[in-house]
């Protein structure tokens, strides 16, 4: 059974920087594409950013590119989003979700998610 | 850049069958899913590639999707399926999409 764990939510000030990380276990990781899902209070969810299996290609909605990275680690099942000059509108919930596979082609929909970390930018 | 469209809420009687409707430009050309998300909660895979099932999820949760819209289906809901849902698809970029979500209530 899958099983996806995030981690490194807080406080950070306008302006700052925060890094997540995401544990998976359970399955073959590098086998999967990963993404970011978040949702802000009260709101529904938005994509921001997913990685193919091996980190060399990544993609990110228009409101988070160039200020945050997502990348990865194979060798230690982890998925990351290093996020910088963060602003208030960046406060949500960041859930990490693997992208379905079958045969080795994804599938276009996420059948886990993480129990999701909390990023609160407040001065 | 694409949308999905969804009404923000809905209600049905207990017993009686819920029609959550997503709708996008020629929606019916791409793979829609839906998530079922509770208070408190990750979202949860409802329906994938249009109409398909997960393992685990209840027959009563059926979907369809042709021309400009996507149809989540409920029959005989219960209060249990209480939650907000959301449709997903694809768009050119290729990026995903999420309509902005349906808070249904069982009353």
């Known amino acids: 059974q899958a099983h996806l764990v995030e981690s490194g939510g807080g406080v950070v000030q306008p302006g700052r920087s925060l890094r997540l990380s995401c544990a998976a276990s359970?399955?073959?990781?590098?086998?999967?594409?990963m993404h970011w899902v978040r949702q802000a209070p009260g709101k529904g969810l938005e994509w921001v950013a997913g990685i193919w299996f091996d980190g060399r290609n990544t993609s990110y909605t228009d409101s988070v590119k160039g200020r945050f990275t997502i990348s990865r680690d194979n060798s230690k099942n982890t998925l990351f989003v290093q996020m910088n000059s963060l602003r208030a509108e960046d406060t949500a919930v960041y859930y990490c979700?693997?992208?379905?596979?079958?045969?080795?082609?994804?599938?276009?929909?996420?059948?886990?998610w993480g129990q999701g970390a909390l990023v609160t930018v407040s001065p | 850049s694409y949308e999905l469209t969804q009404a923000p809420s809905m209600s049905v009687s207990p017993g009686q069958t819920a029609s959550i409707t997503c709708s996008g430009d020629k929606l019916g050309n791409k793979y829609v899913c839906w998530y079922q998300q509770k208070p408190g909660q990750s979202p949860v895979l409802v329906i994938f590639?249009?109409?398909r099932r997960p393992s685990g999820i209840p027959e009563r949760f059926s979907g369809s999707n042709s021309g400009n819209t996507a149809t989540l289906t409920i029959s005989g809901t219960q209060a249990i399926d209480e939650a907000d849902y959301y449709c997903?698809?694809?768009?050119?970029?290729?990026?995903?999409?999420f309509g902005g979500g349906t808070k249904l209530t069982v009353l």
């Open positions: 590639q249009d109409a």
């Open positions: 979700a693997r992208e379905a596979t079958i045969l080795g082609g994804s599938m276009g929909y996420f059948d886990y």
């Open positions: 359970g399955f073959s990781f590098s086998h999967f594409i």
């Open positions: 997903q698809a694809w768009d050119t970029s290729p990026h995903v999409i």
